[in-house]
């Protein structure tokens, strides 16, 4: 097969997405998990990865009964994977056979790359805190070394090492579909997967690539992913009520319901895609990126980075505040992002507080947990969905907004709209901020 040369494109060159993927707390393709967002269900319910019975929070929003290595069509080259790879690469699989690439014998693998915002995968807690007992000197108050190497030499696992590091989903992926074209991984927090769609569309523009395989995995729900979480107070404590834990923009929200999972989107130029006669689901439009330069883990009060992002989201997409029909939010059900995130999105499209400009506001947090890195994907495949049949998706648990959060937020129940124009937010610890403008393909 003859390598493509480098094709330089616009800075106007339209991006499309030809087919997408998810595994998520509410199930393991398109249609499930988008029934589920449309009749507010909940993924959210007892953790069993882990005995978090000692925990300040006892549940989370767990994947279910899924095994990657029944879906994958090469098995024998995954075996160990941790479960955010696996994750990957469900969706994987779903998108690439939404998209008929596996039809399209012209594909290039030197030519089809992949752009993923992956967290790190499964902590093999156990073995390493046994590891670090046995290598305690209590005299001495330290580790010894020597006692410790000789624990973790019987008890670890090299590849269960190995695959926790977060650009294994990458190269699980790549082995998989044979791509060998450019390879970049992201970890921007929980903005990751919006950061990579956005930059994974920039590499189809510069013309390094035909098909980009973009998204992102990730889980923490591990003995120290919730403790790092609970020690900052940012998870819900609602034990009595998993369920409704995720209350985004109530005004008794207490903090987020911790999820997992994968999104993966293709991408394509549109001349490539119509080139080949792909179904075309939608056009990435615009994206923003921003840094709040404020503080490690707290947004900027005024959201400024937030509202600056979803501008040059806006701006680069060439559309307008009022051309927006729906604003997908961050939405985390936290006291401080729900207030600031609602502000940054007065401050673009009701700049002189009359909230009746802004467009529907609704986050599916509510319902699936925050997937961390895998976040932002699934908003943006929601958004293809809520184009496609013309429905917001509620957030649910909302009850009595607090005070100053006086946007539409569809509380409760899905809402008939015509949809043709997304934004999606998505933000993260140490003040990344990441937007994307979806928009029906024309």
Known sequence: ????????????????????????????????????????????????????????????????????LTVVRHPELHEGIGLNTGYALGAAVQAWEQAG????????????????????????????????????????????????????????????????????????????????????????????????????????????????????????????????????????????????ASRPFDDTRDGFVMGEGAGIIVLETEAHAKARGATILAEVAGYGSTADAYRITDIHPEGRGGAAAMRQALASAGVTPDDVDWVAAHGTSTKENDSIETRAIKAVFAPDDDVSKAPPVSSIKSMMGHLIAAAGVVQAITCVMAIRDGKIPPTANLKAPSAGLDLDYVPGTARDANVKVCLSNSFGFGGQNDTLVIRAHD
């Open 1 to 68: 097969m003859n390598a493509t040369n480098n094709t330089a494109t616009s800075p106007s060159t339209r991006i499309v997405i030809t087919g997408m993927g998810w595994i998520t707390p509410l199930g393991h393709d398109l249609e499930t998990v988008w029934g589920g967002l449309q009749s507010g269900a909940s993924g959210v319910d007892r953790t069993t990865h882990f005995d978090a019975t000692t925990f300040p929070t006892t549940f989370s929003a767990e994947v279910k009964d899924f095994d990657p």
């Open 101 to 244: 690439l596996e039809a399209h014998a012209e594909l290039n693998p030197d030519r089809l790359g992949i752009y993923l915002g992956a967290g790190e995968g499964t902590l093999d807690f156990s073995p390493y805190v046994a590891s670090n007992l046995a290598g305690w000197d209590a005299d001495a108050r330290k580790i010894d070394g020597l006692k410790w190497a000789q624990h973790a030499t019987v008890t670890m696992d090299a590849t269960r090492e190995l695959e926790q590091e977060p650009n294994m989903a990458l190269a699980h992926l790549a082995l998989e579909f044979d791509a060998r074209g450019p390879a970049y991984n992201c970890l921007t927090a929980c903005a990751a997967s919006t950061q990579a769609i956005g930059e994974a569309a920039a590499v189809l523009r510069r013309g390094d690539a035909d098909v980009m395989l973009t998204g992102g995995c990730h889980t923490m729900i591990h003995p120290l992913g919730m403790t790092g979480f609970n020690r900052l107070t940012a998870l819900s404590n609602r034990n009595d009520d998993p369920q409704t």
